[in-house]
């Protein structure tokens, strides 16, 4: 009787376990150096990229992840706005061999639209969807139009 009591707590815990152990046999986990899921891109070509795609630099050397959209406080389409607003894009930049490094893009500061990284600047074309006031844009819907270009 104790026996049947046990299977369901058993299944319970062994299911989940079976499946993080074959994920992470399978490479799945994100930002571990595998190859990109994305697009191979040519320098001064624009590229789109989804959360968690990763492109990488035409003969190699340098890889671009969008991690996704940190603060999204731009102007929804459909109101007036005094102030345009921003939006903060989360990318992650290996170069060669090295570790990834973090950079922030924000869509409105012209500064700060792009990064230097190992002789070439990652620059921030666009972010889609535009915003509207009544529907916020859900994480996995972002879509980032990126350029690099030699520095």
Request: charged residues 15%.
């Amino acid at each position: 009787m104790a026996a049947l009591k046990l299977r369901p707590f058993l299944v319970t815990l062994l299911i989940p376990w079976a499946a993080a152990l074959a994920a992470c046999g399978s490479g799945a986990s994100a930002g571990t150096g595998g190859p990109p899921d994305g697009p191979t891109v040519t320098p001064g070509t624009a590229f789109t990229l989804a959360p968690g795609q990763t492109a990488r630099l035409d003969g190699g050397g340098l890889t671009v992840r969008f991690d996704g959209v940190k603060d999204d406080s731009r102007c929804p389409v459909n109101v007036t706005c005094v102030w345009a607003g921003d939006a903060t894009v989360m990318v992650s930049v290996t170069s060669g061999e090295g570790r990834p490094a973090a950079r922030e893009l924000h869509v409105t500061a012209p500064a700060a639209k792009t990064t230097a990284v190992s002789g070439y600047v990652v620059g921030l074309v666009g972010l889609a969807p535009e915003r509207r006031s009544q529907s916020p844009v859900s994480p996995g819907d972002y879509r980032v139009q990126l350029r690099i270009d030699k520095g």
